[in-house]
């Protein structure tokens, strides 16, 4: 395991160039199963989470093959008799769940070990099933895995609406499934996510007939399933989340800041909040050029599904609200415990506490370098934010978290300018 070190309060400049997006590479990657054709996605993030894909991936009889330095993969499905995903791959990542869906289109039977909770609260997978057994399939569970199979699917109407709004992953597994299916299904309450769109975006080039209505508050997709899906070349879209993680970086770190490579229509709603906190952000066509200018200001930040705040930048953003004067309070919709990177915020300083609901940030607060722990992918993005706004150096711990979601952060931290150096640990947890 490796530890990162990073020495904090100096200003950094410069332009730094967001890689695809990991939630978007994932789904992609996994629509390879829906077709017997060569397929070539671009712009892949070279993130740990991509590589735990591949071999899941590959374990389900799909050859891959990289190019670009891994930016590129070719992905050709080569043997088909595993429908299995098994538990040593989806306990590494919940987002293995992405396979569901396509092999039960394709198929037919999937066994997919179930998820389970994680650091940032409890994941359950019920919309998923629900919308998969609405298409025909047969659900059940077995010594913790789920088991699909769907010797027909045909069209419904289905509602992927839950408690705390629309689901992404679920959207793409269900979608994917009625692509296959006999007829037309219409997906009412499906996620706007950029992320999703681009997924949309990938099965209409493999010849799927989807329409999408985004004139309500709602989304709704028709889709008339087809006999079989072609190959696809696509590239990746850019990463709103590491755009907004070096958004956030770039707030507590005095100096101009070019963040390109994403479109910035898909962060309206972060660029809106560093605006709000005194950040100026001015934006063009392929992002955005950040600079702080006098004292950052308190805010109240709701994370909700998209367009709003996204939960994957709540984090990053409270670390970044401990250097603003005032009160700020953080809010998550979606995962409402996703705040188990305050503990070592108050670790390097930050005055904050959890209500039931909310998280308060005071600021502005001295921080001041320690040794911290990361506990999931977002809650480390918000302790690097920190630790290059605390005096002195920051041992950042565990950092493999980072390293699922963030491509080269380091190379890409130095470029500005930072002090940052990756080292061994053999630290006992
Ligand atoms: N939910 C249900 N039932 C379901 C599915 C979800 O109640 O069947 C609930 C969840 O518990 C949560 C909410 O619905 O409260 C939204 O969950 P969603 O299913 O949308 O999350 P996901 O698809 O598992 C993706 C991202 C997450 C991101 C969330 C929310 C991928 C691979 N993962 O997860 O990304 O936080 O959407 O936007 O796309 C990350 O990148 O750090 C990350 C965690």
């Not at 892949?44 to 799909?62: H, I, N, Y």
């Not at 299904?185 to 992320?195: D, F, G, M, N, Q």
Request: charged content about 25%.
């Amino acid at each position: 395991m490796d530890r990162l070190v990073i020495c904090g309060k100096r200003p950094l400049a410069g332009t730094v160039q967001v890689s695809g997006a990991k939630n978007a590479a994932l789904p992609c990657l996994a629509a390879a199963l829906l077709t017997d054709e060569p397929c070539t996605l671009r712009r892949v993030p070279k993130v740990r989470d991509v590589a735990t894909m591949c071999r899941l991936l590959a374990t389900l009889g799909v050859s891959i093959s990289s190019a670009d330095d891994d930016a590129e993969r070719r992905l050709e499905v080569t043997e088909t008799t595993n429908c299995d995903a098994g538990y040593h791959l989806v306990r590494q990542m919940r987002a293995s769940i992405c396979v569901l869906g396509p092999l039960v289109a394709q198929r037919r039977k999937a066994r997919v070990a179930l998820p389970g909770g994680c650091q940032i609260g409890h994941r359950p997978i019920d919309i998923h099933l629900r919308g998969l057994a609405a298409l025909g399939a047969d659900i059940r569970t077995d010594r913790g895995d789920v088991v699909v199979e769907a010797n027909t699917l045909h069209g419904a109407e289905i509602s992927l609406a839950g408690p705390r709004g629309a689901t992404v992953t679920g959207t793409c597994n269900v979608l994917a499934a009625a692509c296959r299916a006999k007829g037309r299904s219409v997906l009412r309450h499906a996620a706007r996510e950029p992320e999703v769109t681009d997924f949309i975006s990938l099965l209409q080039k493999m010849g799927a007939r989807i329409s999408i209505d985004d004139g309500s508050t709602d989304r709704v997709l028709e889709v008339d399933g087809v006999d079989e899906l072609s190959g696809f070349d696509h590239a990746v879209i850019g990463d709103r989340i590491e755009a907004a993680t070096w958004a956030a970086i770039a707030a507590v770190s005095n100096g101009v800041v070019d963040i390109t490579g994403f479109n910035p229509t898909d962060a309206v709603a972060v660029s809106n909040c560093l605006s709000q906190m005194g950040v100026d952000v001015e934006v063009s066509e392929s992002g955005w050029r950040t600079q702080t200018v006098g004292q950052l200001k308190n805010c109240e930040i709701h994370a909700k599904p998209f367009p709003a705040i996204p939960t994957d930048c709540q984090a990053q953003l409270a670390a970044v609200l401990t250097q603003a004067v005032g009160v700020s309070v953080v809010k998550d919709f979606v995962f409402p415990e996703r705040f188990g990177y305050l503990a070592e915020l108050a670790r390097l300083g930050a005055d904050v506490e959890r209500t039931d609901v909310s998280a308060i940030v005071r600021g502005p607060a001295s921080l001041v370098g320690t040794e911290v722990l990361a506990s999931d992918l977002r809650a480390s993005a918000a302790l690097v934010v920190a630790a290059l706004a605390a005096a002195g150096e920051t041992t950042i711990r565990r950092i493999y978290h980072l390293d699922r979601g963030y491509e080269n952060l380091e190379g890409k931290l130095r470029a500005l300018g930072a002090s940052v150096r990756r080292e061994a640990d053999d630290y006992q947890f």
